[in-house]
């Protein structure tokens, strides 16, 4: 096992191409999870540091230099970072465990899916298409344009840092746009640490800002009046600020947000394969994962030999230090939210929940005064407990038994959130008609927490607005624009617009003489 690094790290701004430390601003101490002391300290950005931001991605798009690159410029650059992720990728990580308190393996993975993202946004830059219409007779063509939108604010929340912030970074760049990154206070380290890299692969100076800090930090983003479009991954609750903020100029908005998703289980699924599944599933990243899966639906005739394998499998996973190889599951994010996730298990019998695995928080010997529960399965959950409906967003899993696949579609969607769902059966029938019925942005079959860049994520309902990766992720990060061409020698002939006469052939309007 490594220990933390020794000296708290400092964390600045980074605007310009440059790393800006000297500041007024006040310092955030951030505490390791997995051992409380302070490893770094983070500037809290101020709205002159948002001001100072914003003007340098302003600059630096109006110049026109990056949006109008030719793509394979653009490319060439975005594959360097890539690259240079992967070079840097022990450290990245490193990062990223030790401040999210995520179990190191995991962390490499995201590194490893970060570079990944950088690779695909940068064969988007090669391939940005509008249209043409040359429908409406001879002397009409209309193109529509796909243009960068402008000033990007990406505002990222801590549970997968290099990760999410790579989910957005090297799209909005792709499209041409220059942006200003807000990482969580929580875990600031390695956007600092890729917004670097990005000058050092060449990025034009202004291109790629980073204004470290908290929720103001991010409120004065979301308000610029300078800002073209934000795309804010966190919390519902705050989502619902950036809306309110974002009214002034009427930004454009991409929003992912909270998930509450069920794992449906049929009786004539593979049962040792998706009680691995959702074992996975709910512990992955320490249950901090929006597309977690905390709510288990399983068929009652074959409940209790399920919920016994699930309950052997949970008792079986290590949890450690985020930095220790072994570890399955590490320590939560930070004090306040250990209190959180615990107080479901605390009130779980006021609804009639039973605990019946974990459920205990980890203190002394190894876990010292880090920030550790034990995984958790709460049986006999009912759709209206707290458990059931709220965001938990840690390693704790509720059971509710179902008898119908309707009564399963019901309970699945009766939540606020529409991030995913998994249904596990070896019936395809059984399983598409689950699919369409799932009022969630991703469904999983016969497998859980997956997927690839190219096919784009989101939520329905209060899980979010717009997608994120793919051509619809990469999409948000333009607007459109309709160019109307007339040709021909007909000086002083305007033709009724068409579309206003429903395309029928329409009378001409001549000047008069
Ligand atoms: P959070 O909402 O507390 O914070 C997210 C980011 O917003 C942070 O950078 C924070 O500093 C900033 N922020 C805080 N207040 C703000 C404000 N008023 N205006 C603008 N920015 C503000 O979320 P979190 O605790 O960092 O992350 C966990 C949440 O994120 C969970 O709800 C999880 O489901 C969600 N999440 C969603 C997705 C997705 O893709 N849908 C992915 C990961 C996490």
Known sequence: MTNTLTEPRLIGHFIQGSTVQETQDELLDRRAPGTDEVVSRVLRGSGHDVDQAVQAARTAFDTGTWQHAPGMERYKLLNRVADLIDQNAARLAQLDAEESGKPIVLAEGDIAGAAGLWRYAASLALNIQGKSFTSNGPDFTGLVLREPIGVTGLIIPWNFPALILSQKLPFALAAGCTAVVKPSEFTSSSALEIARLTAEAGFPEGVVNVVVGDGP?????????????????????????????????????????????ANIVFNDADLEDAAAGVVFGVNFNNGECCVSQPRLLVQEDVADQFIAEVAKRTAQLKVGQPLDRASDVGALIHAGHLDHVSSFVEGASQHGGEVIVGGERLTGGEYGNGQFIAPTIIANVTAQAPAFQDEIFGPVLTVTKFKTQAEAIALANSVEYGLANSVWSKNTDTLLETAKALQSGTVYANTTIDGIPQMPFGGYKASGVGREMGEAGFEEFTELKSVNIRTGKRAGTFPIPASLAGGASVPQMTPRD
């Open 217 to 261: 930090t991010g409120g004065a983003i979301s308000e610029h009046r300078d800002v073209d479009l934000v795309s804010f991954t966190g919390s519902t609750a705050t989502g619902r600020k950036v809306v309110a903020a974002s009214a002034g100029n009427m930004k454009k908005l991409s929003l992912e947000l909270g998930g509450k998703a």
